[in-house]
Protein backbone atom coordinates (compact mmCIF):
# COMPACT_ATOMS: atom_id res chain seq x y z
CA UNK A 1 0.00 0.00 0.00
CA UNK A 2 1.06 3.31 -1.16
CA UNK A 3 2.25 5.77 2.30
CA UNK A 4 0.42 9.18 2.10
CA UNK A 5 2.59 12.06 1.88
CA UNK A 6 2.68 14.99 4.55
CA UNK A 7 2.63 18.18 2.14
CA UNK A 8 -0.57 16.74 1.01
CA UNK A 9 -2.20 16.54 4.51
CA UNK A 10 -1.32 19.55 6.09
CA UNK A 11 -3.14 22.26 3.96
CA UNK A 12 -6.36 20.52 4.72
CA UNK A 13 -5.91 20.59 8.05
CA UNK A 14 -4.61 24.40 8.34
CA UNK A 15 -7.65 25.60 7.33
CA UNK A 16 -10.10 23.27 9.44
CA UNK A 17 -8.57 24.83 12.24
CA UNK A 18 -8.78 28.29 11.13
CA UNK A 19 -12.56 27.78 10.64
CA UNK A 20 -13.23 26.42 13.85
CA UNK A 21 -11.33 29.47 15.57
CA UNK A 22 -13.21 32.05 13.72
CA UNK A 23 -16.52 30.14 14.70
CA UNK A 24 -15.37 29.98 18.56
CA UNK A 25 -14.16 33.38 18.38
CA UNK A 26 -17.46 34.45 17.22
CA UNK A 27 -19.62 32.57 19.64
CA UNK A 28 -17.39 34.35 22.41
CA UNK A 29 -18.29 37.45 21.26
CA UNK A 30 -21.34 36.28 21.23
CA UNK A 31 -21.27 35.45 24.60
CA UNK A 32 -19.02 39.09 25.26
CA UNK A 33 -16.13 36.87 26.43
CA UNK A 34 -12.77 37.38 24.13
CA UNK A 35 -10.52 34.34 24.44
CA UNK A 36 -7.10 35.44 24.94
CA UNK A 37 -4.04 32.59 25.05
CA UNK A 38 -6.81 30.45 26.92
CA UNK A 39 -7.58 33.01 29.74
CA UNK A 40 -11.15 34.76 29.34
CA UNK A 41 -11.68 37.97 30.13
CA UNK A 42 -14.64 40.58 32.21
CA UNK A 43 -15.95 43.02 28.91
CA UNK A 44 -15.23 46.50 29.90
CA UNK A 45 -19.35 47.36 30.08
CA UNK A 46 -19.74 44.30 32.76
CA UNK A 47 -16.74 45.59 34.68
CA UNK A 48 -18.34 49.18 35.31
CA UNK A 49 -22.01 47.69 36.55
CA UNK A 50 -19.85 45.27 39.04
CA UNK A 51 -18.08 48.72 40.19
CA UNK A 52 -21.24 50.38 40.20
CA UNK A 53 -23.08 47.71 42.39
CA UNK A 54 -20.47 47.08 44.88
CA UNK A 55 -19.83 51.28 45.66
CA UNK A 56 -23.90 51.10 46.04
CA UNK A 57 -23.50 48.34 48.64
CA UNK A 58 -21.04 50.47 50.67
CA UNK A 59 -23.38 53.78 50.32
CA UNK A 60 -26.21 51.14 51.74
CA UNK A 61 -24.04 50.17 54.46
CA UNK A 62 -22.84 53.91 55.27
CA UNK A 63 -26.81 55.11 54.97
CA UNK A 64 -27.94 52.57 57.02
CA UNK A 65 -25.44 53.01 59.71
CA UNK A 66 -26.08 56.61 59.71
CA UNK A 67 -29.54 55.72 60.11
CA UNK A 68 -29.27 53.56 63.32
CA UNK A 69 -27.21 56.91 64.80
CA UNK A 70 -29.74 59.27 64.08
CA UNK A 71 -32.59 56.37 65.54
CA UNK A 72 -30.74 55.67 68.82
CA UNK A 73 -29.99 59.78 68.81
CA UNK A 74 -33.65 60.04 69.02
CA UNK A 75 -34.83 57.38 71.36
CA UNK A 76 -32.07 59.03 73.97
CA UNK A 77 -33.56 62.77 73.47
CA UNK A 78 -36.90 60.98 73.96
CA UNK A 79 -35.90 58.91 77.15
CA UNK A 80 -34.33 62.94 77.86
CA UNK A 81 -37.25 64.29 77.33
CA UNK A 82 -39.31 62.28 79.42
CA UNK A 83 -37.43 62.25 82.33
CA UNK A 84 -37.87 66.51 81.93
CA UNK A 85 -41.53 65.59 82.14
CA UNK A 86 -41.66 63.62 84.85
CA UNK A 87 -39.08 65.97 87.45
CA UNK A 88 -41.35 68.49 86.66
CA UNK A 89 -44.58 66.74 87.26
CA UNK A 90 -42.45 65.41 90.86
CA UNK A 91 -41.90 69.26 91.05
CA UNK A 92 -45.81 69.99 90.93
CA UNK A 93 -46.78 67.30 93.41
CA UNK A 94 -44.50 68.44 95.77
CA UNK A 95 -45.67 72.07 95.56
CA UNK A 96 -49.33 70.73 96.15
CA UNK A 97 -47.74 69.09 99.18
CA UNK A 98 -46.33 72.30 100.20
CA UNK A 99 -49.64 74.25 100.12
CA UNK A 100 -51.35 71.07 101.87
CA UNK A 101 -48.91 71.57 104.59
CA UNK A 102 -49.82 75.46 105.10
CA UNK A 103 -53.07 75.31 106.29
CA UNK A 104 -53.28 74.02 108.96
CA UNK A 105 -49.78 74.61 109.56
CA UNK A 106 -47.58 71.58 109.56
CA UNK A 107 -43.53 72.15 110.16
CA UNK A 108 -42.41 69.29 109.40
CA UNK A 109 -44.23 68.64 106.30
CA UNK A 110 -43.33 72.07 104.91
CA UNK A 111 -39.69 71.61 105.61
CA UNK A 112 -40.06 68.21 103.50
CA UNK A 113 -41.67 69.30 101.09
CA UNK A 114 -39.62 72.12 100.41
CA UNK A 115 -36.15 69.85 100.27
CA UNK A 116 -37.83 67.97 97.80
CA UNK A 117 -38.52 70.62 95.26
CA UNK A 118 -34.75 71.69 95.77
CA UNK A 119 -33.27 68.18 94.71
CA UNK A 120 -35.55 68.26 91.45
CA UNK A 121 -35.03 71.83 90.47
CA UNK A 122 -31.45 70.24 91.03
CA UNK A 123 -32.11 67.25 88.72
CA UNK A 124 -33.79 69.51 86.24
CA UNK A 125 -30.21 71.46 86.35
CA UNK A 126 -28.45 68.31 85.93
CA UNK A 127 -30.27 67.41 82.88
CA UNK A 128 -29.85 69.96 81.12
CA UNK A 129 -26.18 69.61 81.41
CA UNK A 130 -26.33 66.19 79.99
CA UNK A 131 -28.48 67.95 77.22
CA UNK A 132 -25.74 69.86 76.50
CA UNK A 133 -23.03 67.73 76.79
CA UNK A 134 -25.15 65.22 74.87
CA UNK A 135 -24.57 62.59 77.93
CA UNK A 136 -27.61 60.57 76.99
CA UNK A 137 -29.24 57.60 79.13
CA UNK A 138 -26.97 54.04 77.99
CA UNK A 139 -30.66 52.22 78.23
CA UNK A 140 -33.28 54.97 76.88
CA UNK A 141 -36.33 52.40 76.57
CA UNK A 142 -35.50 51.34 80.23
CA UNK A 143 -34.97 55.25 81.19
CA UNK A 144 -38.41 56.27 79.39
CA UNK A 145 -40.40 53.23 81.10
CA UNK A 146 -39.02 54.54 84.73
CA UNK A 147 -39.90 57.74 83.91
CA UNK A 148 -43.23 57.23 82.91
CA UNK A 149 -43.96 55.94 85.79
CA UNK A 150 -42.50 58.44 88.08
CA UNK A 151 -44.79 60.70 86.30
CA UNK A 152 -48.09 58.49 86.79
CA UNK A 153 -46.75 58.55 90.36
CA UNK A 154 -46.54 62.28 91.02
CA UNK A 155 -50.08 62.58 89.20
CA UNK A 156 -51.68 60.54 91.54
CA UNK A 157 -50.08 61.81 94.71
CA UNK A 158 -51.15 65.72 93.53
CA UNK A 159 -54.84 64.39 92.85
CA UNK A 160 -54.30 62.77 96.54
CA UNK A 161 -53.57 66.13 97.65
CA UNK A 162 -56.17 67.77 95.89
CA UNK A 163 -58.65 65.66 97.40
CA UNK A 164 -57.48 66.16 100.62
CA UNK A 165 -57.84 69.70 100.06
CA UNK A 166 -61.42 69.64 98.78
CA UNK A 167 -62.58 67.73 101.84
CA UNK A 168 -61.35 70.20 104.41
CA UNK A 169 -62.89 73.13 102.00
CA UNK A 170 -66.27 71.28 102.55
CA UNK A 171 -65.39 70.61 105.87
CA UNK A 172 -65.56 74.28 106.00
CA UNK A 173 -68.30 75.49 104.26
CA UNK A 174 -70.49 73.11 105.62
CA UNK A 175 -69.57 74.58 109.16
CA UNK A 176 -70.43 78.15 107.61
CA UNK A 177 -73.82 77.33 106.67
CA UNK A 178 -74.59 75.49 110.21
CA UNK A 179 -73.69 79.15 111.50
CA UNK A 180 -75.75 81.32 108.29
CA UNK A 181 -78.69 78.65 109.19
CA UNK A 182 -78.42 79.56 112.72
CA UNK A 183 -78.09 83.73 111.35
CA UNK A 184 -80.93 82.76 109.39
CA UNK A 185 -83.07 81.41 111.95
CA UNK A 186 -82.44 84.12 114.61
CA UNK A 187 -82.76 87.00 111.67
CA UNK A 188 -86.34 85.09 111.07
CA UNK A 189 -87.50 85.43 114.79
CA UNK A 190 -86.68 89.05 115.04
CA UNK A 191 -88.65 89.64 111.82
CA UNK A 192 -91.74 88.24 113.02
CA UNK A 193 -91.14 89.94 116.17
CA UNK A 194 -91.21 93.27 113.63
CA UNK A 195 -94.07 92.26 111.65
CA UNK A 196 -96.29 92.31 115.30
CA UNK A 197 -95.14 95.56 116.00
CA UNK A 198 -95.91 96.63 112.22
CA UNK A 199 -99.09 94.61 112.39
CA UNK A 200 -101.32 94.98 115.33
CA UNK A 201 -104.47 92.68 114.93
CA UNK A 202 -103.94 92.66 111.18
CA UNK A 203 -103.38 96.33 110.99
CA UNK A 204 -101.09 98.20 109.39
CA UNK A 205 -98.71 99.33 112.49
CA UNK A 206 -98.07 103.23 111.91
CA UNK A 207 -98.13 105.43 115.02
CA UNK A 208 -101.24 107.84 114.76
CA UNK A 209 -99.77 111.09 115.68
CA UNK A 210 -97.40 110.54 112.15
CA UNK A 211 -96.22 113.86 110.56
CA UNK A 212 -94.31 114.95 107.67
CA UNK A 213 -91.48 116.29 109.65
CA UNK A 214 -91.08 112.55 111.49
CA UNK A 215 -91.99 110.83 108.00
CA UNK A 216 -88.94 108.18 107.23
CA UNK A 217 -87.91 105.20 104.61
CA UNK A 218 -88.66 102.77 107.57
CA UNK A 219 -92.19 103.66 107.39
CA UNK A 220 -92.12 103.27 103.52
CA UNK A 221 -90.43 99.69 103.99
CA UNK A 222 -93.03 98.52 106.28
CA UNK A 223 -95.87 99.41 104.40
CA UNK A 224 -94.06 98.02 101.15
CA UNK A 225 -93.66 94.46 103.11
CA UNK A 226 -97.15 94.50 103.84
CA UNK A 227 -97.99 95.66 100.24
CA UNK A 228 -95.64 92.46 99.18
CA UNK A 229 -97.34 89.73 101.44
CA UNK A 230 -100.64 90.72 100.08
CA UNK A 231 -99.82 90.48 96.36
CA UNK A 232 -98.66 86.95 97.55
CA UNK A 233 -101.65 86.30 99.19
CA UNK A 234 -103.99 87.43 96.38
CA UNK A 235 -101.49 85.43 93.73
CA UNK A 236 -101.86 81.88 95.79
CA UNK A 237 -105.46 82.23 95.82
CA UNK A 238 -105.14 82.93 92.28
CA UNK A 239 -103.72 80.07 91.01
CA UNK A 240 -105.42 77.43 93.58
CA UNK A 241 -108.70 79.07 91.43
CA UNK A 242 -106.59 78.27 88.04
CA UNK A 243 -105.82 74.35 89.45
CA UNK A 244 -109.56 74.18 90.09
CA UNK A 245 -110.62 75.31 86.45
CA UNK A 246 -108.44 72.65 84.93
CA UNK A 247 -105.80 75.94 84.16
CA UNK A 248 -102.66 74.71 82.28
CA UNK A 249 -100.24 76.77 84.74
CA UNK A 250 -97.44 75.91 82.68
CA UNK A 251 -98.71 77.71 79.35
CA UNK A 252 -100.30 80.51 81.91
CA UNK A 253 -96.74 81.20 83.12
CA UNK A 254 -94.73 81.26 79.63
CA UNK A 255 -97.55 83.85 78.57
CA UNK A 256 -96.64 86.56 81.02
CA UNK A 257 -92.79 85.82 81.15
CA UNK A 258 -91.42 83.82 77.39
CA UNK A 259 -88.61 82.09 77.56
CA UNK A 260 -87.24 81.58 81.04
CA UNK A 261 -86.51 78.50 82.50
CA UNK A 262 -86.97 78.48 86.02
CA UNK A 263 -85.20 76.64 88.96
CA UNK A 264 -87.98 75.02 90.61
CA UNK A 265 -91.05 74.33 89.65
CA UNK A 266 -92.64 76.22 92.63
CA UNK A 267 -91.01 79.51 90.93
CA UNK A 268 -93.37 80.06 88.20
CA UNK A 269 -95.30 81.57 90.80
CA UNK A 270 -93.34 84.40 90.93
CA UNK A 271 -94.17 85.16 86.93
CA UNK A 272 -97.94 85.33 88.24
CA UNK A 273 -96.54 87.97 91.43
CA UNK A 274 -94.52 89.72 88.26
CA UNK A 275 -97.94 90.34 86.12
CA UNK A 276 -99.80 91.76 89.00
CA UNK A 277 -97.35 93.89 90.47
CA UNK A 278 -97.14 95.07 87.73
CA UNK A 279 -100.54 95.95 87.00
CA UNK A 280 -100.93 97.12 90.09
CA UNK A 281 -97.90 99.53 90.55
CA UNK A 282 -98.63 101.07 86.47
CA UNK A 283 -99.06 104.97 86.78
CA UNK A 284 -97.72 104.67 90.48
CA UNK A 285 -95.02 107.56 89.63
CA UNK A 286 -98.37 110.12 88.49
CA UNK A 287 -100.19 111.33 91.34
CA UNK A 288 -103.42 109.42 92.15
CA UNK A 289 -102.40 106.63 89.31
CA UNK A 290 -103.86 109.32 86.57
CA UNK A 291 -107.30 108.63 87.56
CA UNK A 292 -107.97 111.95 87.16
CA UNK A 293 -106.06 112.46 84.10
CA UNK A 294 -103.68 115.73 84.25
CA UNK A 295 -106.78 117.98 85.92
CA UNK A 296 -105.57 117.56 89.47
CA UNK A 297 -105.61 120.50 91.61
CA UNK A 298 -102.74 121.68 92.86
CA UNK A 299 -104.77 121.46 95.98
CA UNK A 300 -104.61 118.30 96.22
CA UNK A 301 -101.39 117.09 95.63
CA UNK A 302 -99.69 118.50 98.53
CA UNK A 303 -97.62 116.42 100.56
CA UNK A 304 -99.87 116.69 103.59
CA UNK A 305 -102.97 115.48 101.58
CA UNK A 306 -101.32 112.42 100.79
CA UNK A 307 -100.42 111.77 104.40
CA UNK A 308 -104.02 112.90 105.59
CA UNK A 309 -105.32 110.00 102.96
CA UNK A 310 -102.92 107.49 104.32
CA UNK A 311 -104.10 108.37 107.52
CA UNK A 312 -107.75 107.83 107.09
CA UNK A 313 -107.53 104.90 105.09
CA UNK A 314 -104.76 102.65 107.49
CA UNK A 315 -106.93 102.04 110.33
CA UNK A 316 -110.27 100.75 109.06
CA UNK A 317 -110.81 97.68 107.01
CA UNK A 318 -111.32 98.13 103.54
CA UNK A 319 -114.71 96.62 103.35
CA UNK A 320 -115.50 99.59 105.46
CA UNK A 321 -113.92 101.89 103.70
CA UNK A 322 -115.50 100.93 100.50
CA UNK A 323 -119.11 100.65 101.85
CA UNK A 324 -118.73 103.64 103.88
CA UNK A 325 -117.38 105.59 100.70
CA UNK A 326 -118.42 103.99 97.30
CA UNK A 327 -117.31 106.30 95.22
CA UNK A 328 -114.17 107.62 97.08
CA UNK A 329 -110.70 108.06 95.09
CA UNK A 330 -109.73 104.86 96.61
CA UNK A 331 -113.11 103.11 95.20
CA UNK A 332 -112.37 104.48 92.11
CA UNK A 333 -108.83 102.83 92.23
CA UNK A 334 -109.94 99.61 93.45
CA UNK A 335 -112.68 99.67 90.50
CA UNK A 336 -109.53 100.38 87.72
CA UNK A 337 -107.16 97.71 89.03
CA UNK A 338 -109.84 95.18 89.41
CA UNK A 339 -111.38 95.67 85.66
CA UNK A 340 -107.33 95.88 84.35
CA UNK A 341 -105.94 92.95 86.58
CA UNK A 342 -109.01 89.73 86.41
CA UNK A 343 -109.78 89.34 82.37
CA UNK A 344 -113.47 88.69 81.75
CA UNK A 345 -112.12 85.16 80.46
CA UNK A 346 -110.38 84.59 84.00
CA UNK A 347 -113.26 85.42 86.08
CA UNK A 348 -116.08 83.41 84.10
CA UNK A 349 -113.54 80.54 84.09
CA UNK A 350 -113.29 80.80 87.54
CA UNK A 351 -117.13 81.67 88.73
CA UNK A 352 -118.96 80.82 85.67
CA UNK A 353 -120.40 84.26 85.38
CA UNK A 354 -119.52 87.40 85.26
CA UNK A 355 -121.80 88.85 87.97
CA UNK A 356 -118.38 90.35 90.22
CA UNK A 357 -117.52 92.02 86.91
CA UNK A 358 -120.62 94.10 86.76
CA UNK A 359 -120.74 94.32 90.29
CA UNK A 360 -117.68 96.34 90.42
CA UNK A 361 -118.34 98.41 87.23
CA UNK A 362 -120.89 99.74 88.99
CA UNK A 363 -118.95 100.53 92.35
CA UNK A 364 -120.91 97.45 93.85
CA UNK A 365 -118.58 95.49 95.33
CA UNK A 366 -119.04 91.41 95.82
CA UNK A 367 -118.48 89.97 99.53
CA UNK A 368 -116.69 86.76 98.28
CA UNK A 369 -113.12 86.00 99.26
CA UNK A 370 -111.13 86.43 96.05
CA UNK A 371 -112.18 90.12 95.83
CA UNK A 372 -112.03 90.68 99.41
CA UNK A 373 -108.32 89.67 99.19
CA UNK A 374 -107.81 91.66 95.80
CA UNK A 375 -109.38 94.84 97.78
CA UNK A 376 -107.27 94.13 100.52
CA UNK A 377 -104.06 93.73 98.27
CA UNK A 378 -105.23 97.32 96.24
CA UNK A 379 -105.74 99.49 99.27
CA UNK A 380 -101.79 98.68 100.10
CA UNK A 381 -100.36 99.74 97.28
CA UNK A 382 -102.88 102.81 97.64
CA UNK A 383 -101.37 103.34 100.88
CA UNK A 384 -98.04 103.03 99.59
CA UNK A 385 -98.51 105.59 96.75
CA UNK A 386 -100.17 107.84 99.68
CA UNK A 387 -97.05 107.46 101.60
CA UNK A 388 -94.80 107.81 98.35
CA UNK A 389 -96.63 111.09 97.72
CA UNK A 390 -95.74 112.47 101.04
CA UNK A 391 -92.32 112.90 100.63
CA UNK A 392 -90.12 115.94 99.39
CA UNK A 393 -89.24 114.87 97.12
CA UNK A 394 -91.54 111.72 96.49
CA UNK A 395 -90.60 108.31 96.82
CA UNK A 396 -89.66 106.79 93.22
CA UNK A 397 -90.12 103.75 91.71
CA UNK A 398 -88.01 101.33 89.10
CA UNK A 399 -88.24 98.55 87.05
CA UNK A 400 -85.39 96.09 86.33
CA UNK A 401 -84.80 95.50 82.68
CA UNK A 402 -84.52 91.97 81.36
CA UNK A 403 -81.20 90.44 81.03
CA UNK A 404 -79.50 93.16 83.13
CA UNK A 405 -76.35 91.65 85.15
CA UNK A 406 -77.35 91.17 88.90
CA UNK A 407 -76.38 93.71 91.14
CA UNK A 408 -76.65 94.12 95.02
CA UNK A 409 -77.33 97.33 95.52
CA UNK A 410 -80.57 97.87 93.24
CA UNK A 411 -81.52 94.17 93.24
CA UNK A 412 -82.81 91.56 95.61
CA UNK A 413 -82.83 87.72 94.42
CA UNK A 414 -86.00 86.12 94.89
CA UNK A 415 -84.43 82.27 94.21
CA UNK A 416 -80.90 81.95 95.81
CA UNK A 417 -80.61 78.77 93.68
CA UNK A 418 -79.25 81.45 90.42
CA UNK A 419 -76.07 82.22 92.76
CA UNK A 420 -75.57 78.17 92.99
CA UNK A 421 -74.84 77.42 89.49
CA UNK A 422 -71.70 76.63 88.39
CA UNK A 423 -70.07 78.17 85.58
CA UNK A 424 -72.84 80.91 85.05
CA UNK A 425 -73.40 84.48 85.52
CA UNK A 426 -76.70 85.15 86.75
CA UNK A 427 -78.86 87.99 84.68
CA UNK A 428 -82.71 89.03 85.06
CA UNK A 429 -85.17 87.37 83.77
CA UNK A 430 -88.05 89.32 84.96
CA UNK A 431 -88.80 91.50 87.76
CA UNK A 432 -91.41 90.94 90.32
CA UNK A 433 -91.39 93.57 92.69
CA UNK A 434 -90.71 97.19 91.76
CA UNK A 435 -87.53 99.03 93.51
CA UNK A 436 -88.35 102.47 95.21
CA UNK A 437 -85.95 105.06 96.03
CA UNK A 438 -86.47 107.50 98.06
CA UNK A 439 -83.84 110.85 98.68
CA UNK A 440 -80.59 108.43 98.82
CA UNK A 441 -82.32 105.59 100.18
CA UNK A 442 -82.38 102.71 97.41
CA UNK A 443 -85.42 100.18 98.22
CA UNK A 444 -83.83 96.74 96.21
CA UNK A 445 -86.29 95.75 93.92
CA UNK A 446 -87.29 91.73 93.83
CA UNK A 447 -86.09 90.01 90.89
CA UNK A 448 -85.94 86.52 89.06
CA UNK A 449 -82.54 85.38 87.69
CA UNK A 450 -81.54 83.67 85.10
CA UNK A 451 -78.59 81.30 83.59
CA UNK A 452 -76.57 82.83 81.14
CA UNK A 453 -73.19 80.54 80.77
CA UNK A 454 -70.12 81.92 80.40
CA UNK A 455 -67.89 82.10 77.38
Known amino acids: MEAVKPSAVTPSKSKWVRTLSKV??????????????????????ETEEWNDSKTAKRLSQKFNSLHDEELERRVALEALTAKIFAT?????????????????????????????????????????????????????EHAMVLADLQEQRSLSKTFKIMGKKLESQLKLKESEIIFLREKLDESNKQNRLLERRLNQSGQLFVHDN?????????????ILGQTVKSVGSFVRLMIDEM???????????????????????????????????????????????SLFGSSIPEGKKHPQVFLDRFMELKSLKCKEYLAMKPKSTFAKFCRAKYLQVVHPKMESSFFDNLSSRDMVSSYQFPDT???????????????????????????????????????????????????????????????????????????????????????
Not at 105 to 129: C, M, P, R, T
Not at 251 to 273: L, R, T
Request: aromatic share 14%.
Open 243 to 289: KTADWDIDAAASSIEQGVVYWKEDDKCFAFESFICREMFKAFHLPYF
Open 369 to 455: TFFTLFAEMAKRVWLLHCLAFAFQPEASIFQISKGCRFSEVYMESVAEEAFLAPDSEPVVAFTVVPGFSIGKTVIQAQVYLSEMKTR
Open 88 to 140: VSAIKAEYAQLQYAQSPYDADGIQAADQSIVSDLKKLSELKQCFLKKQYDPSP
Open 24 to 45: LHLHAATAGIVPDDGVHKVKPK
Open 210 to 222: LHLSSLNPSHFIA
